[in-house]
């Protein structure tokens, strides 16, 4: 059974840092997968945020380029989302998510633990942002 386990969400004020965690357990991170980060806020819809593969190379979404970064430690199977200069509209549920595929209109937590064709999710991490 494949479990994605997140940590690291909390609320920060504007401009401030929050580091997220995402071990897996029961996944193989290879040559055909990725792991990465998505997030939901009410009324909007599941976004991607950051993803990376196996050889390291990665992917982010327009609006968090320049300030999120991803990494991955193999040994640990774990992802990380470094998360710097945080803006109100970054407040959201980010979700881990390991060989993601979001159908149009569907939410994050929706796609937890349906089926393999969608990926793997982790359980969701608030993140709150402040002024």
């Known amino acids: 059974e494949v479990q994605l386990v997140e940590s690291g969400g909390g609320s920060v004020q504007v401009g401030g840092s929050l580091r997220l965690s995402c071990t897996a357990s029961?996944?193989?991170?290879?040559?055909?997968?990725?792991m990465g980060w998505y997030r939901q806020a009410p009324w909007n819809e599941c976004e991607m945020v950051s993803t990376?593969?196996?050889?390291?190379?990665?992917d982010y979404a327009d609006s968090v380029k320049g300030r999120f970064t991803i990494s991955q430690d193999n040994a640990k199977n774990t992802v990380y989302l470094q998360m710097d200069s945080l803006k109100p509209e970054d407040a959201a549920v980010y979700y881990c998510?390991?060989?993601?595929?979001?159908?149009?209109?569907?939410?994050?937590?929706?796609?937890?633990?349906?089926?393999?064709?969608?990926?793997?999710w982790g359980q969701g991490t608030q993140v709150t942002v402040s002024s």
């Open positions: 998510a390991a060989n993601a595929y979001v159908p149009y209109g569907d939410s994050c937590a929706s796609l937890r633990g349906v089926k393999a064709a969608f990926g793997y």
């Open positions: 029961g996944f193989t991170f290879d040559d055909d997968s990725d």
């Open positions: 990376i593969k196996s050889d390291g190379s990665t």
